[in-house]
């Protein structure tokens, strides 16, 4: 079975530093994806960026990067330039093809807060 | 506005009394599921649906029954709710074109279980 783990339960970041989440997983699968979702306290679910196993080079949304490591199973997310906005729920989370097709396996979670 | 609406947003009740908790979207998603957030587990599957008629197993589907009668609709059915049932429940769709959509949630449903 599929499983994510994120290591880090609290993460703290003072306003315009820069922060990176961890996440590792573990899959015998080769197709798959992986996603950070934040969730703010209004405790909407919203994605902050996607990556895809066949994709080599690392996914980027504005502030928000990935450095995603196949051979290693990780799969971190760093923030730059954080700010008041970015404190949050942040949960990584897998999705295969194949039979475990619309099997979603998601993370502990990491809380992240910003200090202005 | 295209999005994912759950009924009711926050509800207490009593063990054994059987309850439904609505899931609707408006963007003609192929694809559904339920999952149940409780602290320090994360989010985990319930339930899920590749399409009209067709429903599969999550991760925790033990005390939860589904069904997908329309395209925008999947409720989840508590036939008799326990205290371990008491969590965090949300509702997602997405299109079925790629297996690695982006799931569009709903606002989440408070369940208490006493």
């Known amino acids: 079975a599929q499983t994510v783990t994120q290591s880090q339960p609290e993460m703290s970041v003072q306003e315009a530093e820069t922060v990176t989440l961890s996440c590792t997983y573990d899959?015998?699968?080769?197709?798959?994806?992986l996603f950070w979702y934040k969730q703010p306290p209004s405790r909407q679910m919203i994605l902050v960026i996607r990556?895809?196993?066949?994709?080599?080079q690392n996914a980027t949304e504005n502030r928000f990067s990935v450095n995603f490591q196949k051979a290693a199973k990780s799969f971190s997310l760093k923030i730059s330039d954080s700010q008041l906005g970015d404190a949050a729920m942040y949960f990584c989370?897998?999705?295969?093809?194949?039979?475990?097709?619309?099997?979603?396996?998601f993370g502990q979670g990491t809380i992240l807060t910003v200090h202005p | 506005e295209a999005q994912v609406t759950q009924n009711p947003r926050y509800l207490i009740t009593v063990t054994g009394k059987k309850l439904t908790v609505t899931c609707s979207q408006n963007?003609?998603?192929?694809?559904m599921s339920w999952y149940r957030q409780d602290p320090g587990l994360g989010l985990r599957q319930i339930y899920y649906?590749?399409?009209?008629?067709?429903?599969d197993k999550g991760d925790v589907p033990e005390g939860y029954k589904v069904s997908r009668k329309e395209k925008r609709n999947f409720p989840l059915i508590l036939e008799s709710p326990s205290p371990n049932q008491t969590s965090l429940y949300f509702c997602?769709?997405?299109?079925?074109?790629?297996?690695?959509?982006?799931?569009?949630f709903g606002p989440g449903t408070r369940l208490t279980v006493l």
């Open positions: 997602a769709s997405s299109p079925r074109t790629e297996f690695g959509n982006e799931q569009f």
């Open positions: 899959t015998s699968e080769s197709d798959y994806y």
């Open positions: 990556q895809e196993a066949y994709k080599q």
């Open positions: 989370a897998y999705v295969a093809g194949g039979t475990s097709y619309g099997k979603l396996t």
């Open positions: 963007m003609n998603h192929e694809y």
């Open positions: 649906s590749m399409n009209v008629e067709v429903t």
